[in-house]
C-alpha cells in the first residue's frame, strides 16, 4: 500500500494541459535555465503530475518509458542495467544520475545504482538529456544526463510548509516509505526527501523459465560442497533468497544566499538471477553507500554578474560477502569446485571545489565560464578476504595459501568444513589507494535574437593519471514558425577510465592501468512541432566512439550508433466522461550499433581492429563491423490516461521491443540464437480527492513471458544437463540470458499535510 499526501486538488492530477508541459523551463541542456524549446540539447521531461498519475514509483520505471533506453533487469544489486543510445556498457556508468545537478554516480567504479533508494515525492520534475554533453559537464556525461529536480521550499508562494507522505505495499512481500517536506519563513527555507524500501524479492516461481536459475545448481554438493553449511537472512546457501534494502536522504537547508546540503543513500541487495546458480549463490548481501555534504553560495554582483560557488565533500563505500564455486576443470565433467566464502570492500572519498560565473551582456549576448578542482582518494583494487591468492587482503599474509596453495580461503567441494571469518573489513589500508587530482575549465557563449540563437561551449579537463582533454560543443536553434522549432547539435565528451578497472583486478578479473579514456562524437538534428493538442519531437543522431572500454578492462577499438528517437504527445477533450482531457504519449525508437571488433567464439578471444589480439598479431586486425548485440533495433512505448470521473482515473502503458541479437561476447551468439520480441502491458487505477489518492497498479498484466539480455560478459552458455538429465556447469559467471518477473501489483496510496 503507498500512503501518498500532497497538496494538489483532485483536478490537478487529472488536468495536465500540453501548455502546462512545454511551458517548463529546464536547466540540463546548457547548466541554466532555459525553455524547452529553446534549449540547445535533446531533453525529455517527466513532471510531477505525470510521475503520479502514471504511478511510477521508483527511477527505472520512469525511464523505463523513455525512448532511448534499453533496459536490462537482473533483481541485483544493479537491479537494472540502462543502455543510453544504443551504448552498452558493464554498468549504468556512463550516463550522469544527478540531483539537482549534483552527480551521484560513484567515485571508484562511476556506476549508479537505478534502484529504489532515491525518494519521488519530492520530485518536481525528471530532465533527461540524450546524448554527449562533456563541454556542458565534464568528464564522464558521455552518453547523457538523468537530472533529478527537486521540489524547493523557497518556491512556496507564502511562508509555510508543505508535507506529503507515501507507504507502498507491492508483491514480494515489498513496503516503502517515501516522505517529502518544503517550507520556508523569513529568510530561512528548506526541503527535505526520504525514502526507506525493502522486499524479500520475487521468488524463482515468479520467473520466465531459464536453465542456470533452477535451484537444484544451488544445492548440488558435488557444485558447493561445505558452502551450504552456511546462509545469510537466516536461510542457508542452497534455496534462493535475493533480498533488498534500500534507503536515501536528500535535503537543503538555505539562508538567504547560503545553501547547505546533504546527499545520502545506501543500498543492500542480494544478487538476484544475474548469476549462474552454479558459480554464486544469490542470497548475500551487497551494498553501495554514498554520502555526500555540499555548501554553496549563489549571488549577483552590482554589475550583474552571478557567481556560484559550490564545495562539497563525498565518501562512499562498495563492500558485501560473496559465495563462489569455480568448475575444477580436470575432476569428470568439472563436476566439483573450488569453493570460497568471501569478504569484500572498498573506500573512496573526495574533495571538490567549483567556482562559476554568467553575465548577461546584452539582450541578446550570454556568457558563463567556470572551474573545477576535485581531489579523490581512491581504492585500488577492492579488498578481499577468503579468496584467491590473487586478490589484496590486509588481514592475510603472502604465505597463507590454504589446504590447496590457491588462497587462504579457497576449499574443495569434497571437504567437510570450511572456516569462514567475514565483517572485518574497515579501514582501507594505505598501500591500497590512490591519490589523485582533477582540475576544469569551461566557457560558454550563446547568441540569441528573435527566431534563432547559436551556442558554443568549450572545456579543458586536465587528470593527474589520464592527462588532458579539450571538447567543444556547438548548436544552433531555428524557430521556423510558432509552431516549428529546428536544432542542429555537434557535440563531444570523454569517459574516465574507472578505477575499478584501472586497479581492480583479482582472481578471474584483469586489472589494466594502460586503459585509454572513451572519447565521443555526436552530431544529432532535432525538429519540434507544436500544434493544438499534438507535440512532437523528432531527433536523428550519429554518434562515433573510440577507445571503447569492454567488461574485460581493455581498450577495443570503435563503435557507431545511429539512432531515431520520436516522442509524441497528444490531448483531446473527454467527450466520454464528465472528467479532465484524455492524454497519451507515443515514444520510439530505432537503434543501428555498429562493433568494429568481433569475439571468436573458437579462439576465446575478441579480434579485429582496436583488440587486444590485434595489437599482438596483425593478422588479426580486420574491420568487421557487425552488429554489437543486446541493443533492440526498435521500441516503442505508448501510454494513455482516461479520467472517468473528476476522482478517478485508468492508466494504461504498452512497451514493445523487438527481437535482436545478443552481444558478441555471449555463447548464444555464436549459435545464432536471437533474442524474441515483448510486449508488455502495466495497468494503473487511479482515485483521488483533495488530500488523498490510491493507486492500484498490475503490471506485466497478461503475464508474459519476458527475457532480457545477460549483463557483463553474459557468459554461462545454455547447455543445462547431458542426455541423461545430469547438470551440466556453466560456461561462465553471467547469466547469458536474465528472465523476467511475471505479473505482479503494486498498491499506492497517496495523502498530505
Known amino acids: 500500500m503507498s500512503f501518498f499526501a500532497y497538496s494538489q486538488s483532485s483536478d490537478e492530477l487529472f488536468d495536465l494541459t500540453l501548455d502546462d508541459l512545454l511551458g517548463l523551463s529546464v536547466t540540463s541542456g546548457s547548466d541554466r535555465e532555459e525553455k524547452l524549446r529553446d534549449t540547445p540539447a535533446s531533453i525529455q ?15 527505472s520505471e520512469v525511464l523505463a518509458d523513455l525512448s532511448g533506453f534499453d533496459i536490462n533487469m537482473a533483481y541485483s544489486a544493479d537491479r537494472v542495467t540502462f543502455y543510453q543510445r544504443g551504448y552498452r556498457t558493464p554498468s549504468v556508468q556512463r550516463s550522469l544520475i544527478m540531483v539537482n545537478g549534483i552527480i551521484n554516480n560513484h567515485l571508484w567504479s562511476h556506476d549508479f545504482p537505478a534502484n529504489r533508494q532515491i525518494p519521488l515525492t519530492g520530485i518536481e520534475r525528471i530532465e533527461v538529456l540524450s546524448g554527449p554533453a562533456g563541454a556542458v559537464y565534464g568528464p564522464n556525461a558521455f552518453l547523457g544526463i538523468v537530472n533529478i529536480i527537486t521540489k524547493k521550499g523557497k518556491d512556496l508562494d507564502k511562508d509555510g510548509s508543505d508535507f506529503t507522505m507515501q507507504a507502498q505495499l507491492a508483491d514480494f512481500n515489498a513496503k516503502g516509505l517515501d516522505v517529502s517536506a518544503q517550507g520556508k519563513q523569513d529568510r530561512w527555507s528548506y526541503w527535505l526527501s526520504g525514502k526507506v524500501f525493502e522486499s524479500d524479492g520475487p521468488k524463482l516461481k515468479d520467473f520466465a523459465s531459464w536453465g542456470f536459475v533452477n ?49 545520502h543513500w545506501i543500498t543492500h541487495n542480494g544478487y538476484g538471477v544475474q548469476y549462474s546458480f ?86 541578446i549576448l550570454h556568457f558563463a ?29 603472502d604465505d597463507e595459501l590454504g589446504p590447496y596453495g590457491l588462497g587462504k580461503g579457497v576449499y574443495y567441494s569434497t571437504d567437510k568444513t570450511m572456516p569462514v571469518s567475514l565483517g ?41 593519471i589520464y592527462g588532458t582533454f579539450v571538447k567543444p560543443r556547438l548548436a544552433a536553434t531555428y524557430d521556423y514558425d510558432k509552431n516549428n522549432t ?19 583486478g583479482w582472481n578471474g578479473r584483469n586489472a589494466n592501468p594502460n586503459l585509454l579514456p572513451e572519447e565521443v562524437r555526436d552530431l544529432s538534428l532535432i525538429w519540434m512541432y507544436q500544434s493544438g493538442a499534438w507535440f512532437s519531437d523528432l531527433s536523428v543522431y550519429y554518434s ?27 490531448e483531446m477533450d473527454n467527450h466520454w466522461f464528465d472528467a479532465a482531457q484524455i492524454s497519451s504519449y507515443f515514444n520510439y525508437s530505432y537503434t543501428d550499433v555498429t562493433s568494429y571488433i568481433y569475439y571468436d567464439h573458437q579462439r576465446g578471444r575478441w579480434i579485429g581492429n582496436g583488440s587486444a589480439a590485434c595489437e599482438q598479431d596483425d593478422t588479426l586486425c580486420d574491420d568487421y563491423r557487425v552488429p554489437l548485440g543486446d541493443i533492440a533495433p526498435h521500441k516503442l512505448n505508448v501510454g494513455l490516461n482516461v479520467p472517468v470521473s473528476r476522482q ?90 536474465l528472465p523476467q518477473v511475471g505479473r505482479n501489483w503494486e498498491l499506492v496510496i497517496t495523502a498530505s499535510f
Not at 521531461?45 to 514509483?57: C, E, H, K, L, S
Open 45 to 59: 521531461v517527466v513532471t510531477a503530475a505525470q510521475i503520479r498519475q502514471r504511478g511510477y514509483t521508483n527511477i
Open 424 to 464: 572485518g573489513l574497515g579501514d582501507m589500508p594505505d598501500s591500497n589507494l590512490i591519490n589523485t587530482t582533477d582540475r576544469g575549465a569551461y566557457f560558454r557563449a550563446t547568441l540569441k535574437e528573435a527566431s534563432w540563437s547559436l551556442s558554443g561551449a568549450v572545456r579543458w579537463d586536465n587528470n593527474s
Open 648 to 737: 478517478w482515473s485508468i492508466n494504461t502503458r504498452f512497451s514493445y521491443v523487438s527481437s535482436r541479437h545478443l552481444y558478441l561476447r555471449n555463447p548464444l551468439r555464436s549459435e545464432g540464437t536471437k533474442l524474441g520480441d515483448y510486449l508488455t502491458t502495466n495497468l494503473s487505477v487511479v482515485w483521488q480527492s483533495d488530500k488523498l489518492s490510491a493507486h492500484f497498479k498490475i503490471n506485466n498484466l497478461f503475464d508474459s513471458q519476458i527475457y532480457h539480455p545477460g549483463v557483463g560478459s553474459a557468459d554461462s552458455g545454455d547447455a543445462f544437463t547431458d542426455a541423461d538429465g545430469k547438470l551440466l556447469r556453466s560456461q561462465g559467471f553471467y547469466s547469458s540470458v
Open 544 to 570: 562515433k566512439y573510440k577507445n571503447v572500454i569492454k567488461e574485460e578492462a581493455d581498450n577495443a577499438g570503435k563503435r557507431d550508433v545511429k539512432g531515431i528517437e520520436w516522442r509524441v504527445k497528444y
Open 215 to 263: 535451484e537444484k545448481y544451488l544445492s548440488d554438493e558435488g557444485f558447493w560442497g561445505p558452502v551450504l553449511q552456511y546462509g545469510q537472512h537466516g536461510q542457508p546457501y542452497g534455496q534462493y533468497l535475493s533480498r533488498d534494502r534500500e534507503s536515501g536522504v536528500f535535503g537543503e537547508v538555505s539562508l538567504d544566499n547560503f545553501t547547505l546540503g546533504l546527499n
Open 278 to 363: 552454479d558459480r554464486g549463490q544469490p542470497n548475500a548481501a551487497w551494498s553501495r553507500k554514498t554520502t555526500m555534504y555540499y555548501l554553496e553560495h549563489q549571488d549577483t554582483l552590482q554589475n550583474g554578474i552571478g557567481i556560484k560557488s559550490f564545495l562539497s565533500f563525498r565518501k562512499e563505500r562498495r563492500y558485501g560477502d560473496w559465495a563462489e564455486a569455480s568448475p575444477d576443470q580436470q575432476s569428470e565433467r568439472a563436476s566439483l569446485s573450488y569453493v570460497t566464502i568471501s569478504d569484500w570492500n572498498s573506500r573512496s572519498s573526495s574533495w571538490k571545489a567549483r567556482q562559476d560565473y554568467e553575465y548577461q551582456y546584452s539582450d
Open 369 to 397: 565560464l567556470g572551474l573545477k578542482y576535485e581531489r579523490k582518494e581512491l581504492t585500488k583494487a577492492y579488498e578481499i578476504c577468503g579468496y584467491w591468492a590473487s586478490a589484496f587482503c590486509s588481514l592475510e599474509s
Open 486 to 504: 529546428l536544432k542542429i547539435i555537434y557535440a563531444t565528451a570523454f569517459q574516465e577510465p574507472a578505477p575499478i578497472q584501472l586497479y581492480g
